[in-house]
């Protein structure tokens, strides 16, 4: 399985690699800092519900 994903990811443009990157990379930053755009969002609601 991880060969076939090797070989598709090859198979892409350089673009494409890059948004493949762009996106991991969006995911982990989002991961990492989850609790600070809960809580965030959180109290935006609390913002409009007042």
């Known amino acids: 399985m991880i060969k076939k994903l090797v070989t ?7 673009t ?11 995911i982990v930053g989002i991961l990492l800092r989850w609790d ?3 809580e965030t969002i ?4 609390g913002f409009f519900s007042e």
């Open 16 to 26: 494409t690699q890059g948004m493949i990157w762009m996106g991991l990379l969006l």
């Open 36 to 38: 600070y755009i809960f």
């Open 8 to 14: 598709w990811y090859k198979e892409q443009t350089p």
């Open 42 to 45: 959180k109290r935006s609601f």
